[in-house]
């Protein structure tokens, strides 16, 4: 699968969002090593802090189902309503829980509206929290 297919994913995905609060909806695209892709949208609550992210959605659907390879996911957000037209990188909490999961050179696959942007988990999260600070 290509970068530009999962972004397609993505914003299907985001069709889906649950976003009356904040007004903006977010999709994700997550893409085993095997194939197979595992999507999500953001959910919103009135209180806030029980919203879960698309990214989230998308992987903790992925490792409920067995998964725990990786190989990238795309995402995308905007304004309900409207095209998108910025990139959506992850929020913090996002990135540690991809980071649990993958490592630093895990593709993320941003797109604009016009123009597809990859970083790696690694540039975005450059002073991962693991296993390792628990030793």
Do not use: W
């Not at 999962?6 to 977010?26: H, N």
């Not at 919103?44 to 998308?58: G, H, I, L, N």
């Not at 304004?79 to 998108?84: D, I, L, N, S």
């Amino acid at each position: 699968m290509n970068k530009q297919q999962l972004v397609e994913l993505a914003l299907q995905a985001r069709e889906k969002s649950y976003a009356p609060y904040s007004g903006f909806t977010v999709g994700a695209a997550l893409l085993t090593t095997d194939g197979k892709v595992y999507t999500g949208a953001n959910i919103e609550s009135a209180s806030y802090t029980p919203t879960v992210c698309a990214e989230r959605v998308a992987t903790f659907t992925a490792v409920h189902a067995g998964e725990r390879q990786f190989a990238a996911i795309a995402i995308v957000g905007g304004k309900t309503g409207e095209p998108v037209t910025a990139y959506c990188p992850p929020c913090g909490v996002c990135r540690q829980v991809l980071a649990e999961f993958c490592d630093s050179e895990f593709p993320v696959v941003l797109y604009d509206g016009k123009t597809i942007k990859e970083y790696t988990l690694g540039q975005l999260l450059p002073a991962v929290f693991d296993k390792t600070n628990l030793d």
